[in-house]
Nanobody
Framework: QLQLVESGGGLVQPGGSLRLSCAASGFHLDYYAIGWFRQTPGKEREGVSC????????KYVDSVRGRFTISRDNARNTVYLQMNSLKPEDTAVYYC??????????????????????WGQGTPVTVSS
C-alpha cells in the first residue's frame, strides 16, 4: 500500500523555523517527484515547492522563495521542507504529494494539485506569537 506521512508541523513564533518531513512507505520515493502544498480554511490549496525525482530540479512559489528549502534523502525514503523566517501567513495544513516521474528533472507546483497522484494526510503549521 502506497502511503505518504507528513510530520514536523507545530506551533512556532514568527521568525522561527520548522522542518517538515514526508516519509514514504510501500514504494521507492526516488522514482517520484514530490510536491509540498498548503491549505488554510476557506482558501484553495496552493503549491509551495517541489523537487524532481532526480533531485536536480527544485521550484518554489514566490512567497516562500529564499525562506524554504526542499530536499530529499532517498536512502531514508523521505523528502524534507525546511522552513525558515516563518510568517503568520505561512499558517496552514501542509501536504506532500508524489508524482511518478522516474529519472526526470520535472516537477510542478502549478494549481491546487498539480500532476500528483498520491497524497499524505497533512501536518498543521501555526505561526503565531
Amino acid at each position: 500500500q502506497l502511503q505518504l506521512v507528513e510530520s514536523g508541523g507545530g506551533l512556532v513564533q514568527p521568525g522561527g523555523s520548522l522542518r517538515l518531513s514526508c516519509a514514504a512507505s510501500g514504494f521507492h520515493l526516488d522514482y517520484y517527484a514530490i510536491g509540498w502544498f498548503r491549505q488554510t480554511p476557506g482558501k484553495e490549496r496552493e503549491g509551495v515547492s517541489c523537487i524532481s525525482s532526480s533531485g536536480i530540479s527544485t521550484k518554489y512559489v514566490d512567497s516562500v522563495r529564499g525562506r524554504f528549502t526542499i530536499s530529499r534523502d532517498n536512502a531514508r525514503n523521505t523528502v524534507y521542507l525546511q522552513m525558515n523566517s516563518l510568517k503568520p501567513e505561512d499558517t496552514a495544513v501542509y501536504y506532500c504529494a508524489a508524482d511518478f516521474e522516474p529519472g526526470s528533472n520535472f516537477c510542478s507546483v502549478i494549481g491546487d494539485s498539480g500532476p500528483y497522484d498520491y497524497w499524505g494526510q497533512g501536518t498543521p503549521v501555526t505561526v503565531s506569537s
